[in-house]
């Protein structure tokens, strides 16, 4: 075994929401217990990650908190984790997310027969698994919990979803696990440039790193056609979207947030971690095909948005524009391309988790996803009203939110290496400010209106149009959903004004995997 002094951080990184899924589990006959245990392992591994995150030493080596144990060695398998700024950030946002998804749904009335326990027993695990994801330095571990973590997701949402939940989850499923088994044949094809290199085979990331990206073009072509496959789907990419409209449309509001803010990310890290890296000369040639399905994203995302009936599905394809530019970032190659593209994964997580959550609260209300159903909401709920704005702004990288030094350092650093593709892009930011104003708009302005807001005036079979009808009694933001948007908010505005802290952690991280691309001046 070996392992770095602050290992031990990242080993209760991933085994506190371990732990905690499995106590939790057995709290099934306790609703209130078990929320009470979900939220204390949430926020106390929300407490190792700011640990973590203080540990770090940005100008220290790419991999830290580094730990490995034999696990398969006739094969050269270990159960190897460390931690990278990019991997680190991640982290760390899951860690906040978590908690603010189990308060946000304390109140939730899960489906019959369902119990808290076994539904925050799932987030717990995902929530291991998808640190384990990030934190893997071990391309075969990599790959198991890659495809391992599809299964929590898949009860979360099959289990306690919409009325459309099998349907989702099978969907949901299939295409990330056909993904993940494509990208298996690349990990093995790894393994064996590996062993004929070597004289013994290793899925090591650094020694792979080091053998692959020598290989000719050619088997880096298809190593790296496997990988970027499996995280094209996991993104998604367009055309490999289809399964997120599904997918978010019928999850739980919580389930939603953790499947757009932080499992998609699972993908366009993969690009970074794995496919830069390791097959630099395929990157770079195959770069063009991944910026037309980028800005194809961006443009497409963004027109179906404005066609959307349903406030989840429309938060769907907002995502799917917003992934766009973090592909658009990664493979334009320059230092604030890249940046832009990492710090996007960090700030799309907190801008569309948080207009996630309010969408959530306001669907608690009125009791329908519909953007028809309402009208005139702000009239009933202010606070409300004024916080979906905050998210909406965010969410369409409004100077002085979060988002926006994530967008203006993607188009920046890529108009010098990739001019057109980016004048397409900046179209989709049009767009963008659109399809989210229109959406606030037709929800919270206008006279009291819809079947969500407004009751019938007469008695039964009464025809008269809702928007004449007495007003429902609807209250606006109560103390715990104001406690669990707080921090969200913060950032939004913290981050927007001084984003120093995030740029620091990412920026060393970033520089080595264009150097490992061959490019050590930034591309500047």
Same mark, same amino acid.
């Given at each position: 075994?070996?392992? !770095?002094?602050?290992?031990?951080?990242?080993?209760?990184?991933?085994?506190?929401?371990?732990?905690?899924? @499995?106590?939790? $589990?057995?709290? *099934?006959?306790?609703?209130?217990?078990?929320?009470?245990?979900?939220?204390?392992?949430?926020?106390?591994?929300?407490?190792?990650?700011?640990?973590?995150?203080?540990?770090?030493?940005?100008?220290?080596?790419?991999?830290?908190?580094?730990?490995?144990?034999?696990?398969?060695?006739?094969?050269?398998? &270990?159960?190897?984790?460390?931690?990278?700024?990019?991997?680190?950030?991640?982290?760390?946002?899951?860690?906040?997310?978590?908690? @603010?998804?189990?308060?946000?749904?304390?109140?939730?009335?899960?489906?019959? /027969?369902?119990?808290?326990?076994?539904?925050?027993?799932?987030?717990?695990?995902?929530?291991?698994?998808?640190?384990?994801?990030?934190?893997?330095?071990?391309?075969?571990?990599?790959?198991?919990?890659? =495809?391992?973590?599809?299964?929590?997701?898949?009860?979360?949402?099959?289990?306690?979803?919409?009325? *459309?939940?099998?349907?989702?989850?099978?969907?949901?499923?299939?295409?990330?696990?056909?993904?993940?088994?494509?990208?298996?044949? +690349?990990?093995?094809?790894?393994? !064996?440039?590996? +062993?004929?290199? @070597?004289?013994?085979?290793?899925?090591?990331?650094?020694?792979?790193?080091?053998?692959?990206?020598?290989?000719?073009? /050619?088997?880096?072509?298809?190593?790296?056609?496997?990988?970027?496959?499996?995280?094209?789907?996991?993104?998604?990419?367009?055309?490999?979207? #289809?399964?997120?409209?599904?997918?978010?449309?019928?999850?739980?509001?919580?389930?939603?947030?953790?499947?757009?803010?932080?499992?998609?990310?699972?993908?366009?890290?993969?690009?970074? %971690?794995?496919?830069?890296?390791?097959?630099?000369?395929? !990157?770079?040639?195959?770069?063009?095909?991944?910026?037309?399905?980028?800005?194809?994203?961006?443009?497409?995302?963004?027109?179906?948005? #404005?066609?959307?009936?349903?406030?989840?599905?429309?938060?769907?394809?907002?995502?799917? $524009? &917003?992934?766009?530019?973090?592909?658009?970032?990664?493979?334009?190659?320059?230092?604030?391309?890249?940046?832009?593209?990492?710090?996007?994964?960090?700030?799309?997580?907190?801008?569309?988790?948080?207009?996630? @959550?309010?969408?959530?609260?306001?669907?608690? %209300?009125?009791?329908?996803?519909?953007?028809?159903?309402?009208?005139?909401?702000?009239?009933?709920?202010?606070?409300?009203?004024?916080?979906?704005?905050?998210?909406?702004?965010?969410?369409?990288?409004?100077?002085? #939110?979060?988002?926006?030094?994530? /967008?203006?350092?993607?188009?920046?650093? !890529?108009?010098?290496? =990739?001019?057109?593709?980016?004048?397409?892009?900046?179209?989709?930011?049009?767009?963008?400010?659109?399809?989210?104003?229109?959406?606030?708009? *037709?929800?919270? &302005?206008?006279?009291?209106?819809?079947?969500?807001?407004?009751?019938?005036?007469?008695?039964?079979?009464?025809?008269?149009?809702?928007?004449?009808?007495?007003?429902?009694?609807?209250?606006?933001?109560?103390?715990?959903?104001?406690?669990?948007?707080?921090?969200?908010?913060?950032?939004?505005?913290?981050?927007?004004?001084?984003?120093?802290?995030?740029?620091?952690?990412?920026?060393?991280?970033?520089?080595?995997?264009?150097?490992?691309?061959?490019?050590?001046?930034?591309?500047?």
């Amino acid at each position: 075994m070996t392992s !770095s002094s602050s290992a031990v951080l990242l080993v209760l990184l991933l085994l506190v929401p371990l732990l905690g899924a @499995l106590v939790v $589990a057995f709290l *099934r006959d306790n609703d209130t217990l078990a929320k009470q245990t979900a939220l204390g392992f949430s926020i106390a591994e929300f407490g190792v990650a700011i640990a973590a995150w203080f540990s770090y030493d940005p100008d220290g080596a790419r991999l830290q908190q580094y730990f490995s144990v034999d696990w398969i060695p006739a094969f050269g398998v &270990h159960l190897s984790f460390g931690v990278d700024g990019i991997a680190l950030v991640m982290i760390a946002v899951i860690g906040l997310l978590v908690p @603010l998804v189990i308060g946000a749904g304390w109140t939730e009335k899960l489906p019959a /027969e369902r119990s808290a326990g076994g539904f925050l027993s799932l987030i717990l695990l995902q929530q291991a698994l998808t640190v384990g994801v990030f934190a893997a330095t071990d391309v075969f571990v990599f790959y198991v919990l890659f =495809e391992i973590m599809l299964i929590p997701m898949y009860f979360l949402i099959g289990n306690y979803g919409g009325p *459309r939940r099998q349907y989702a989850a099978m969907k949901f499923f299939l295409y990330s696990f056909l993904g993940g088994l494509i990208m298996l044949a +690349s990990v093995i094809g790894a393994y !064996s440039m590996a +062993s004929d290199e @070597l004289g013994s085979g290793t899925f090591d990331w650094a020694t792979l790193v080091e053998v692959v990206s020598d290989a000719p073009l /050619e088997n880096q072509i298809w190593i790296f056609l496997g990988f970027f496959l499996a995280f094209a789907v996991k993104a998604p990419l367009v055309p490999l979207h #289809t399964w997120l409209p599904d997918a978010a449309a019928e999850a739980p509001i919580g389930v939603a947030v953790l499947l757009v803010g932080i499992l998609d990310k699972v993908g366009t890290f993969g690009f970074l %971690r794995y496919l830069l890296p390791m097959t630099p000369d395929a !990157s770079t040639t195959l770069a063009p095909l991944v910026l037309v399905m980028g800005v194809a994203g961006i443009l497409y995302g963004a027109l179906l948005a #404005t066609m959307q009936r349903d406030m989840k599905r429309f938060i769907a394809y907002v995502s799917i $524009a &917003h992934f766009g530019f973090i592909a658009l970032g990664i493979f334009a190659f320059t230092a604030q391309s890249e940046v832009g593209a990492v710090t996007y994964m960090v700030n799309h997580s907190i801008a569309t988790g948080m207009l996630i @959550l309010v969408i959530g609260m306001v669907i608690a %209300r009125g009791g329908s996803t519909l953007i028809a159903d309402y009208g005139g909401m702000a009239k009933l709920t202010p606070v409300l009203g004024g916080v979906f704005l905050v998210a909406a702004l965010a969410t369409l990288s409004l100077p002085g #939110t979060n988002s926006f030094i994530s /967008e203006f350092l993607v188009l920046v650093g !890529s108009y010098g290496n =990739e001019p057109v593709y980016t004048i397409l892009a900046t179209i989709g930011m049009i767009l963008a400010a659109m399809y989210v104003l229109w959406v606030y708009q *037709r929800v919270f &302005h206008g006279p009291v209106r819809g079947n969500a807001l407004v009751g019938v005036a007469g008695g039964p079979g009464t025809a008269i149009a809702p928007e004449v009808g007495a007003r429902k009694a609807i209250l606006d933001l109560d103390v715990r959903e104001k406690l669990v948007l707080a921090p969200l908010l913060a950032l939004v505005v913290g981050i927007g004004f001084y984003p120093a802290p995030l740029l620091d952690v990412i920026t060393p991280t970033v520089d080595a995997t264009l150097e490992a691309v061959g490019i050590s001046d930034g591309g500047n």
